[in-house]
């Protein structure tokens, strides 16, 4: 047995505290662990910040430009009637009106214009017009009006209503629980109506055919 003993040279060799000291002060080149997980939250906050405030324009931008959810300026009949010019809108026929997702019909056509005045219910007796919701109170279809008998005939499941919004009653007239929603109104002295399409009174229950307070068809069929 011999005392002789070889120390490996590639044996590791521990560090002194000082050289410790500088490698922790020592600038390590790219990103660090903890600046990439700095970046990632402050990116993910950034991100969320952006989508929120996108969402709150986006939801209050209708009231911001008069449109949807506003009040909506719909114009003079004759200014109706001119940008429906094939339609009978002097009838009564109603007539649809995309930016304020409504229908204008005429109330009494024995008087050819719009009354100034207030109607917070949307009834449309006092000002001569009335203003509908374009969304079926079933579930939420556009019904559309008809030139042979004059309702509006929802194509989803068959609900009718006259040229006013009320629903006929019977299950033959399909399953809305009631009329079509009302947009309350107003008309300046000059006759020139305005929805207020962010105030909506519910439609009346449905009239059976032949009573008072609903419009017969002008044909037995219609158009669905
Ligand atoms: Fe109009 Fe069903 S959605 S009848």
Not at 116 to 126: I, K, Y
Not at 178 to 196: E, I, K, P, Q
Request: charge should be positive.
């Amino acid at each position: 047995m011999s005392n002789y003993h070889v120390e490996p040279v590639d044996r590791p060799k521990a560090l002194a505290p000082e050289a410790i000291k500088s490698l922790r002060r020592s600038q390590v080149k790219g990103i660090s662990r903890r600046q990439l997980l700095r970046y990632s939250i402050g990116g993910g906050v950034a991100l969320w910040l952006l989508e929120v405030t996108a969402g709150t324009v986006a939801f209050i931008w209708p009231n911001l430009t008069g449109g949807f959810g506003s009040k909506v300026r719909i114009g003079t009949l004759e200014d109706v009637k001119l940008a429906n010019i094939s339609l009978p809108i002097a009838d009564g026929f109603p007539a649809y009106v995309p930016e304020a997702r409504a229908y204008i019909v005429l109330v009494n056509t024995g008087r050819q214009q719009f009354v100034a005045g207030e109607d917070p219910t949307g009834d449309g007796a006092a000002l001569n017009v009335r203003g509908l919701y374009q969304r079926c109170p079933h579930l939420g279809c556009k019904p559309n009006p008809c030139l042979k008998n004059f309702w509006l005939e929802c194509p989803c499941h068959g609900s009718r209503y006259d040229r006013l919004g009320i629903k006929a009653d019977g299950a033959q007239y399909g399953p809305a629980a009631r009329g079509m929603d009302r947009f309350a109104a107003s008309v300046d002295g000059s006759g020139v109506l305005t929805l207020d399409t962010g105030k909506i009174t519910l439609g009346p229950l449905p009239v059976a055919v032949g009573q008072p307070g609903i419009i017969p068809p002008r044909t037995p069929t219609g158009c669905i």
